[in-house]
């Protein structure tokens, strides 16, 4: 029923094949549009969407033992700022 097909990737702009047995698993999912990236694309962009936005570090003095530390929220000073050291410590 399902011929194999050559597709042009959006991305990239290589062809790559869409094989019989790839429509047909497209089909049984209820897939209704072809695939239009290829495989390397598609991965790609997978891993794109899966990274997380890098975290903005501030400087601080450790309340605890005065050592300069990065924390990732802006100290307010109205609260003690723990360096990793030392906040393991308070949570055991």
């Known amino acids: 029923m399902y011929k194999d097909k050559t597709l042009t990737c959006q991305d990239c702009g290589a062809t790559f094949e869409f094989t019989a047995n790839e429509q047909e698993f497209y089909a049984e999912k209820g897939f209704t549009n072809e695939p239009t990236r290829c495989k390397d694309c598609r ?50």
């Not at 890098?54 to 700022?81: I, N």
């Open 43 to 92: 991965a790609a962009r997978k891993n794109n969407n899966r990274r997380q936005p890098e975290r903005e570090m501030y400087s601080a003095v450790c309340s605890s033992c005065g050592k300069q530390t990065q924390v990732p929220f802006k100290p307010s000073g109205d609260k003690p700022v723990y360096c990793s050291d030392c906040f393991s410590k308070k949570r055991r």
